[in-house]
């Protein structure tokens, strides 16, 4: 809960790379409204100072199912679930090892809390920088549900066109400006509302340089290279190979590896395969560990841990490509294992389709951008 006195609000600190975000998004869809979440955090009052302390971080764009039409914005949430919780599996790796993401910063223990959702940011048509009445009521709906956990909602208004000659922002006011490329402003309205109150009120936000506040990490390959996460799949199929997926602090620096925990039924080994947040730019990183009994209900994350306590590290034979895939470097593994293997495996890697000849299936370029 966020236990503050009736009537008032917190305080708000915004990252400057969120309005740049924000500026970035709204441009891209001039005619319609759109949005995106926002994480941060919560500094309560006894460490801010007596009143407690919103700090806006990042903001993370919606998945293609979002709608985006003149009048309404509906967001789709699965993606940007994901990558919340990729985010906060993250902070919390780097609050308990008292990491890199915070401790370079004045005053580090005053970081040392949750990150968490904040609320939703978005984009109206015209010069409309209040609340409509729909929002009020998704608000309210959100907040009342006692499943979301939520007792409170930020919910900034971007508004487009306005000149450049606007008065800026007093200190005070609720509402910023920020010059575009095109010679206009764009003006961002920050609204607060919370379960006591159950309105919407101004909240004047402190605009801070990122360098001031803690980073967060880049996203992950396997959610924002959708394409190549597919294809990786399929052959792990085509392989009959059994996997999960999990976060884990293999090199003891942020960010978190995506490790692949796989191997077939019947087989004495089980093979760990730890993925950067860039793959494939860098090649997997294989270790090898005694087979493991798992039933349907099993923890994978502690299957996991289990393995990877009992594993080694396994230098396999393979001169990477990004054009190859993991298949490639668990067939590698399996003929350092068991060089009998070599000539069945290498017949069964003729039949494996390269990106090039099944474009239908083929990951996206290695370069892609890695946000955020």
């Known amino acids: 809960m966020l236990t ?12 400057e790379r969120v309005l740049k975000r924000m500026a970035a998004a709204a441009a891209t869809h001039m005619r319609d409204e759109t949005g995106e979440a926002m994480v941060g955090m919560v500094i309560p009052g006894a ?18 199912s979002a709608v985006r039409q003149f009048a309404t914005f509906q967001q789709g949430d699965a993606r940007q679930d994901e990558l919340i919780w990729w985010l906060q599996e993250n902070w ?9 993401l915070f401790r370079k910063l004045s005053n580090p223990n005053k970081w040392d809390v949750p990150l968490r959702y904040l609320g939703d ?16 009521n998704t608000a309210l709906d959100w907040i009342l549900d006692p499943d979301n956990e939520m007792d409170f909602l930020l919910a900034p208004i971007v508004t487009l066109g306005h000149p450049s000659t606007v008065q800026p922002s007093s200190p005070m006011a609720n509402f910023v400006m920020e010059m575009l490329d095109d010679g206009d402003a764009m003006r961002v ?9 159950g309105l919407f009120q101004p909240i004047a936000p402190a605009i801070y340089p990122d360098d001031q506040l803690p980073a967060l990490v880049p996203y992950p390959w396997h959610l924002i290279n959708e394409n190549r996460m597919e294809a990786e799949m399929r052959l792990f199929q085509k392989e009959k190979l059994f996997h999960s997926i999990s976060f884990w602090n293999a090199d003891n620096e942020p960010p978190l590896e995506i490790c692949f925990l796989t191997g077939k039924m019947g087989s004495d080994h089980l093979l760990l395969l730890i993925t950067s947040y860039d793959y494939p730019k860098r090649a997997p990183e294989v270790r090898v560990a005694p087979f493991l009994p798992m039933g349907a209900g099993d923890d994978m994350y502690k299957v996991f841990e289990t ?7 396994l230098n396999v034979s393979l001169e990477w490509d990004p054009s190859m895939y993991m298949a490639d470097v668990i067939r590698a593994a399996e003929i350092k294992l068991n060089p009998s293997l070599a000539a069945e495996l290498e017949k069964k890697a003729e ?7 099944t474009a239908s299936s083929a990951p996206a370029a290695a370069d892609e951008e890695q946000a955020p």
């Open 121 to 136: 940011w978005h984009k109206q048509p015209g010069h409309m920088i209040q609340p409509s009445g729909g929002d009020l």
């Open 4 to 15: 503050r006195q009736r009537g008032s609000v917190p305080n708000l600190v915004v990252a």
């Open 189 to 197: 309205d920050f609204w607060y509302i919370d379960r006591r109150t």
């Open 351 to 357: 039949s494996v389709p390269t990106i090039g000849e």
């Open 307 to 313: 393995a990877f306590k009992r594993s080694q590290p």
């Open 92 to 100: 919390r790796s780097e609050r308990e090892r008292k990491g890199g």
């Open 47 to 64: 460490i801010a100072g007596g009143v407690p302390t919103l700090y806006v971080l990042d903001t993370i764009a919606p998945d293609d």
